[in-house]
C-alpha cells in the first residue's frame, strides 16, 4: 500500500501514472509495473510523476532499466514532472537529456 | 548539542521515517523551503545508502541518524555499522545515482570512519539570524 500505479495508452504511447513516495522501500513496485507494461510490448513511455512527492536514485535507476530495456527496439520513455522538486532529480543527475521532462501529461504525449 | 538522535533498524520503510524527522527539524532550524527540499532528498539517499549497506552485510544494527543545529549550520550525521573493509557492496550507489545527488544536494558532504562502520556528514548553513 505504498504506490499506487496505473497505467493507459494515450496517443500510442504508454502512461504510467505514479502515485506515491519512490525511494528505496517502494521503488521494487515501480520496477515490476515497469517491466509488466515492457512485457506486454509497449516501447514509447510516458511516466507520469503529477503525484509523486518524492523520488530518489532508486527510483531513477529503476526508470533508467526500463529506459534500457525499450531503447533495445527504439523506444523511449518521457517523464512527466510538473513539480521542481522532482524534475531536478533528473536534471542534476543528467538523466533529463535521455528521459526528456514534461509539465505536463497533455505535452508529454502532444510531442512526436 | 544534537536536537535529535534517531536509531533506525535497517529496514527500507525507515528511510521515510527518516526524512519525516529530518525535514521538520530542518524546518525548526529556520532553513529555507528550498533548502528542505534538498536536505530531505540528500538525507533520504544517505538512509537508503545506509539501509542497503546493513541488509548486503547481514547487519541488524541501527543506522543511526543525528541531527545538530549549532545556529550556524543544520547538520545530519547517518553513520552505519558496516566497516569499509566488509566484503564488496553490490550497487548500493545506484549506478553513482546517489552520490551525484547527494553531492549536488547538500553544500558540504563529508565520509568518515567511525570505529563501527561508516558515518556521511551532511551540512547546510543556516541564514544569519536578524538581530
Known amino acids: 500500500v505504498d504506490l499506487s500505479i496505473s497505467s493507459s495508452e494515450q496517443a500510442g504511447r504508454h502512461v504510467v501514472a505514479v502515485s506515491g513516495e519512490v525511494d528505496v522501500h517502494t521503488a521494487a513496485q515501480l520496477g515490476t509495473a515497469m517491466d509488466t507494461v515492457i512485457d506486454a510490448g509497449a516501447l514509447h513511455l510516458v511516466v507520469d510523476l503529477t503525484d509523486t512527492p518524492f523520488l530518489d536514485s532508486t527510483g531513477l535507476s529503476v526508470l533508467v532499466r526500463a529506459l534500457n530495456r525499450v531503447r533495445v527496439g527504439g523506444g523511449s520513455v518521457r517523464i512527466v514532472a510538473p513539480a521542481d522538486r522532482i524534475a531536478k532529480v533528473f536534471r542534476l543527475t543528467g538523466l533529463d537529456t535521455t528521459m526528456p521532462l514534461y509539465a505536463d501529461l497533455t505535452a508529454a504525449v502532444a510531442v512526436d | ?131
Open chain 2, 1 to 131: 548539542v544534537p536536537a535529535a538522535t534517531l536509531s533506525l533498524p535497517p529496514d527500507r520503510a525507515h528511510a521515510r521515517t527518516a526524512r519525516l524527522v529530518v525535514v521538520a527539524a530542518a524546518r525548526r532550524a529556520g532553513l529555507a523551503e528550498s533548502d528542505v527540499d534538498d536536505v530531505r532528498l540528500a538525507v533520504g539517499e544517505a538512509v537508503a545508502r545506509a539501509v542497503l549497506r546493513h541488509e548486503a552485510a547481514d547487519q541488524s544494527a541501527a543506522v543511526e541518524v543525528t541531527i545538530t543545529d549549532d545556529g550556524h549550520s543544520f547538520r545530519v550525521m547517518v553513520a552505519d555499522q558496516v566497516s569499509a573493509a566488509s566484503a564488496p557492496q553490490p550497487d548500493v550507489d545506484q549506478g553513482g545515482f546517489a552520490l551525484a545527488l547527494l553531492s549536488a544536494l547538500a553544500p558540504q558532504v563529508a565520509e568518515t570512519q567511525t570505529p563501527t562502520g561508516t558515518a556521511l556528514v551532511l551540512t547546510w548553513p543556516l541564514p544569519a539570524m536578524s538581530i
